[in-house]
Structures are given as structure tokens and as C-alpha cells.
């Protein structure tokens, strides 16, 4: 039940997250607002990492150098939703992003990519991505 709410919570901040900052770089432009939202950021990440003291900073020789790139990734996502909400608007673009990111998860789960457990792929699982594309299809129909 955990991981549903927290599921639920991320989705709520990934959408309010992508139409603020699509808001703020009509003013600032997109790369200033990519720098501004990583900053931001920081900013909230360190006080909390200082104060939960989960992990540790001292020890990135243990992991692999392809997954630091992470960060890299984020930029990414951030300068290409917003120049998708703002050519799409925020309901479309984000559900394409949704369709996406489903994608390529099942990809990663049926090859077991990066370390992950492979999920065996079914036709329910296609379908169920095909349900979202026809969805997304209807959803974007004229009135």
C-alpha cells in the first residue's frame, strides 16, 4: 500500500512540477529554468541528507559510473517537459510521458536490464500499454 500512495504522490508532484516550470521559463527561458530547478533543488537535498543521514557520499567508488548519470537524465527531463506542455499543453504532453516511461519499463523488465529482475512480457502487459496509447488517442479527439 506504501509504495501506491508514494506512486500516487510522485505522479502529483511530477505534474505540478511540469506546469510550474513550464510557467517559469516563459519568464526565465528554459535553461535558466532547468538551472533554477536544480538549484532549488539542492538546495531542499542537502539539509535533508544532512538531517536523515540515510547513505553516504563517501563510497561512489561502489557504484557504477553509468548510474551516476542520473542527474544528466534529469536535466533532460526537465528542458524536454516543458518544451513538450508548452507545444502539447500540460495534459497531453505529461500522458505521452506517462506512455513513455511505461515503455521502456516493460523493455527493462523483460530483458532485465541494468541489474533489474526479469518480469517474463505477456500480451496482457502489451495491451494494456496499447489501452493507454488509445487512450491518449481518445483523449486528444475534438470535442
Avoid at 533554477?36 to 540515510?54: D, M, N, R, S, Y
Avoid at 544528466?72 to 517537459?81: A, E, M, R
Avoid at 510521458?97 to 526479469?118: N, R, Y
Wanted: charged share 10%; hydrophobic share 60%; aromatic share 10%.
Amino acid at each position: 500500500m506504501q509504495g501506491i500512495i508514494l506512486s500516487v504522490i510522485a505522479g502529483v508532484f511530477i505534474s505540478l512540477q511540469t506546469v510550474f516550470n513550464s510557467r517559469v521559463s516563459e519568464r526565465f527561458g528554459l535553461w535558466a529554468t532547468t538551472t533554477l530547478v536544480f538549484v532549488v533543488g539542492l538546495a531542499v537535498a542537502i539539509p535533508v541528507f544532512l538531517l536523515v543521514g540515510e547513505g553516504s557520499l563517501f563510497h561512489l567508488e561502489k557504484v557504477n559510473l553509468l548510474y551516476m548519470t542520473g542527474g544528466l537524465f534529469g536535466v533532460g527531463i526537465v528542458y524536454s517537459i516543458m518544451r513538450g506542455i508548452r507545444a502539447l499543453g500540460p495534459a497531453y504532453a505529461v500522458s505521452i510521458v506517462l506512455v513513455a516511461q511505461l515503455l521502456l519499463a516493460l523493455i527493462i523488465d523483460t530483458f532485465g536490464l541494468f541489474g533489474s529482475e526479469v518480469i517474463p512480457f505477456s500480451i496482457t502487459k502489451l495491451a494494456g500499454l496499447l489501452v493507454m496509447v488509445i487512450g491518449i488517442l481518445v483523449f486528444k479527439m475534438k470535442d
